[in-house]
């Protein structure tokens, strides 16, 4: 990773998390908690710990909430050197979804709200869920076929409906739910030992990096009283977009950091090893696909810069994090599946952590929007634009 | 698949096959002993006792050994519909390393070694290991960097070194082991309970379809004596080649049957689920997806029964089975990635097959040599065919 | 070509064509009359004057027209062989469009329509045009778009509209014009020198292998006898079908024979080209590639012979011939494209046939149906057999 | 594109080449003069004419040499802009090699040479030559195997052999000669009329946008003063990479205008014209192409910026000039390629100017180094960078 123009704050922090993450967070990778459908409860504490100790816990956040008051710019540099390790995310209290519901707290909550709410996922404390993807036909990458209604009565919200592939919601002490309110959508605060709160079952995945898993969770009459509404009602799939396209690049900054060590391992592992007389990376086979990895590399780091620019210009950035999730996600995963190939049989096996990034990845290029909602986005953008746009001077056939 | 074309008695058997994959092995997919590093021997015994019922067990053997003696044409038909589950070629006893183990055995073994390592293999009441691919810079696509060695004492081989990857191993009654006697190969037939057959672990991979997993095994002082070398002395590379051409297509069969699976899953998804205003199908997003998968799937069978029609003629195979290597497992890869993106959060859960399917054939794409490997060979078959020709009439510029 | 599993009529006709295209054909390639938009007249009736000494004029069709009657799957064989030299097609009038055009009235004309359009181009003395396409947002893909309109009156049609991209128009003295008849379409068979036909230019593009390229055409007020209405009034779409997907099929039979020696002439200069201390080939890069050719032109060979199977059947193969379309042009378009590479600087010049193939087979991945338009109408055949097809013993999820 | 990141300077002269380029520029495209080989040279005189008065020649150059003294961040907004139509860069007189040999000679020359041989290239009355290439087994990619020599002989050299591919040779008045002495390479400044120089033929080529087109020529005998010794004797291949690195990196600028005008096209006409009942863009078909063409472009222009940035430090920038050469010419051929297949029949006319994108940048995937020489060279560098590189804290396996 390139951090020649990154700012002073930006560049001493990188060097702060590379350390930290080979140092303190790599060495744990193996460790029998790091297993099933995420890292443990326990595994958790034991990173935080030491991410809180060497300062780490949280840096992109304002300082009153505990971090660096990093820029967008700044995030996508210590991010990328975070998600060097699965792990170094969890570890820094940076992970999806509880980095995203910190963003949306900080942004929409109120003072109450947030210390309630906000405070203890800022300290590293607690985790947090955000349910919205629903099974059985209801809300996916279409919100609006959402099916979890929430009515108003006696002064309070009843909720009812079911939620699935709700990450970490196993062991989350917060909740936001966002339900149908008419034909309008509203996000509620909750706590996760609210009554009616059921988790069905935990989702087995091809991923298991984030705490709790994936679950699916029932909502029976869960009541929520009305200070809990998180911002305006009917405002929900505003602030869905609010959070949604920072969260986009938070997660490709963190899964570029995966595929980097992964790209590390392929490249000393061909260099080293020897088949048909000469080293791997000699093999024109093996190296072009290792120089792919570098250019595409430098191409997902340079989109995700672009893209925080954009975000730090106090722009929305739905176009650009649609187009940097598309390219990212899927330059990634070319990376990582080039990596498992370079390492051949190594490569499928759990004796390094490129099979882990192999799977991750793939579920990345799904979750936030798969490629093809963003593509379908981008192309309505298109639409707009030329649309009647006839041959001038200025657009000449 | 397209059927039309094949013998009467195929035709027959991919029927009862179909009717038995849906009726009897796939239900069991969800089974609990279905997990961990693969099927659990209890689970694999119970499934065999359901083919043995069908007489579906390992049809492709010739009748001798309890068969119904296919052409490898036929077998193609037959192994596509037994993949329709991952446990369908477990259940009759056609998954690796069997297979192949017993078509070699069948070919090159003495009378007294088949009846005793073939019988109980043929029976389906053993199962087997291939040991030849080593760890720490040993034999991998290159097996002339094997490391192992077998030398002769007293009338018997003491086999020495350590071998990886190798499947099955755990639970498996029978072995052929793979060793250097001087600067040629020897293949050897053992019983895995053999003194100083020291399985060291099981590894975790990608994948979970092979019953025993794959496994680390130290070779340490294995006695072997003379009647149980397979076939001559220092002929195994030769050995190795006679059984390779015909397991990389097996592979690629019964993989494609497990792709046409995800396929038929990933259509009806899309043609029932909705997002959009739509069925998923009616988005051109997703619909071209399912018509490439139709496209890719129809090439992949054309080249499975062009090889095995090349095979049947009694040829060697060798570069056929390499394009067929190349181009089946990576397209069918290319299949059940488009599925889990169809499926789109389904896609990445067990839920479905889908997920284990693109696991297994992302590990297909190395297991049997690496697509690399055979792009390499087939550009050593370009250079033999083109080097020094001219423009002539014939071959003109 | 493995050619070993064709009939022996069709292995001793591919041997002819072979030595005639390489010994008669090639030769002119850099003659001064092919070039412009296409080879021009004179050297049509020179080469076509070789292939009649040579026995091989249009050996496709059935005796009575002077062809040999082969059968699709035979046609296939010998159409790739013609293909070696984008010439060898013009030599042996199987050329788009007469051929599809000869194949469409001996399926659907009178007899005496036969005895005056059919004859001179069976005898390959004249030359046809399809007037289907038009420009200004007409009929594209799209052919219910139609603007062309005949309308009857005492007893004859007047024909009046805009065609464009009609093929070989220029030099064509038969021609079939597609037009409206209400909301049906209807075909009608014209002498080019009819009075209204009116040539407006000759489209310069990117291929230049048809004789009299492609033109626009104007039709004012253009009168057709009612004798010269090809079949049935309206019922112009379904015969467009007939003659569609057996033309798609042989587009891709010719173009093959162009990527086969484009292949061959790629693979020996890497053969006998050093760069940085070794052949080409010998460099993985490059080996690679012409690796991936040979799979790939396989592949098409098969699906060619696929879809020629299913014809022979007697079936339409409106769907098989949309997906060899679809999956040859493509195959065919990197193969090409894979050949300039090779050749690098030498590939973009004139100096190998390979420049001409590589802007050939780009324009065939649109002619006669863009991949999308094929791709769209595979999706809609996955919704009618997927469609409420929900989980059951013989469809699992 | 864009230029809001842009200095000031740049900003303003974008605005005037993009004005500039559509209301001067494109009504020439048609001009009859602009086929054959390339621009006649009296279009090229019209054109810089225009330039001239418009204050837009070479703006790049040091104002000493009449031009804005533009870094090369800003060089790349402003070419970008000029390859908006491909008689942009002529016009401006920015194109190869007149550029790539103006910034040689500015580095490189003496005041006394650049006065003879700068001066009018810089005027824009002049046109250069780079003679490097050679047919027959010689210099290509690996210039080592040069077989063109310079021999000293009484004062003077005389250089004999055979060059091609030399871009521009007809028609201009300076030469670059690159010559083998010794082992080592010298470049030499040579007067295209100087006896000896012969310009044996213009080749056919794909592409036809460079005036003079592409020659092939011999040189017998030339005789070279000491004093046109272009920098110090033996220095050659050091001075070739002074020219490549930023030569490849312009080609990328103006290539990327010509994609973004395609793509313009393209959209246009995707949102005009109708096909099976809704405008082409919103099938998802084309509008997904048209999005990755966005996504593409946007990263091609990150790329270019990037690599820039790294020579406006003062570095050499061989590695990140490979990396975007590879990355944005395979980027920009990906665009002009949906380009044509979403313009369908249209695309592969020359009635819209995306037919000879298309072309241009296909030879541009090959000019300045083939894709395979840039990944071989990057393959050497993981290769440096990771050999002999174990697991550490700092590179954890």
């Given at each position: 990773m390139d951090i020649s123009k990154a700012s002073a704050k930006a560049r001493e922090l990188v060097e702060r998390v590379e350390a930290f993450i080979c140092e303190e967070v790599i060495p744990y990778e193996k460790d029998p908690r790091n297993h099933g459908h995420g890292p443990s409860e326990d595994l958790v504490r034991e990173l935080r710990a030491r991410a809180r100790a060497a300062g780490l816990l949280a840096p992109q956040l304002p300082k009153e909430w505990g971090g660096y008051g990093l820029s967008h710019t700044e995030t996508a540099a210590v991010f990328r050197a975070s998600g060097y390790s699965p792990l170094g995310p969890v570890a820094m209290n940076i992970m999806a979804p509880d980095e995203g519901n910190m963003h949306l707290l900080e942004k929409v909550a109120t003072v109450e709200q947030k210390e309630r709410f906000l405070r203890p996922l800022a300290d590293g404390t607690a985790r947090s869920a955000f349910l919205m993807t629903e099974p059985d036909g209801g809300a996916g990458s279409d919100p609006s076929m959402m099916k979890t209604v929430a009515v108003e009565r006696d002064g309070e919200w009843i909720i009812s409906g079911r939620k699935w592939?709700?990450?970490?919601?196993?062991?989350?002490?917060v909740g936001i739910i966002m339900a149908k309110t008419g034909d309008k959508a509203t996000m509620f605060l909750i706590d996760m030992e609210t009554p009616g709160m059921q988790i069905e079952r935990i989702l087995d995945t091809i991923d298991n990096s984030m705490p709790g898993g994936h679950a699916v969770i029932n909502l029976v009459d869960v009541r929520v009283p009305a200070?809990?509404?998180?911002?305006?009602?009917?405002e929900g799939f505003k602030y869905a977009q609010v959070r949604l396209a920072p969260a986009r690049l938070t997660h490709c900054m963190r899964w570029w950091g995966t595929a980097k060590r992964s790209h590390d391992i392929a490249s000393r592992y061909a260099c080293n090893r020897q088949a048909f007389g000469k080293a791997l990376v000699e093999h024109e086979g093996v190296g072009f696909m290792l120089a792919d990895n570098e250019i595409e590399l430098k191409q997902a780091e340079l989109m995700i810069d672009w893209c925080a620019s954009v975000l730090d210009d106090g722009k929305l950035g739905t176009v650009e994090s649609s187009m940097a999730k598309v390219a990212v996600s899927e330059a990634l995963f070319r990376v990582v599946d080039r990596c498992v190939q370079v390492l051949?049989?190594?490569?499928?096996?759990?004796?390094?952590v490129v099979e882990q990034a192999f799977r991750e990845i793939r579920a990345f290029r799904i979750y936030d929007g798969p490629s093809e909602v963003h593509r379908w986005s981008l192309a309505k953008g298109v639409k707009h634009r030329y649309k009647d746009r006839t041959a001038t001077a200025a657009n000449p056939a």
């Open positions: 592939l709700i990450t970490g919601a196993e062991g989350a002490s200070d809990q509404v998180l911002g305006a009602v009917d051949g049989g190594l490569g499928v096996t759990r004796d390094t």
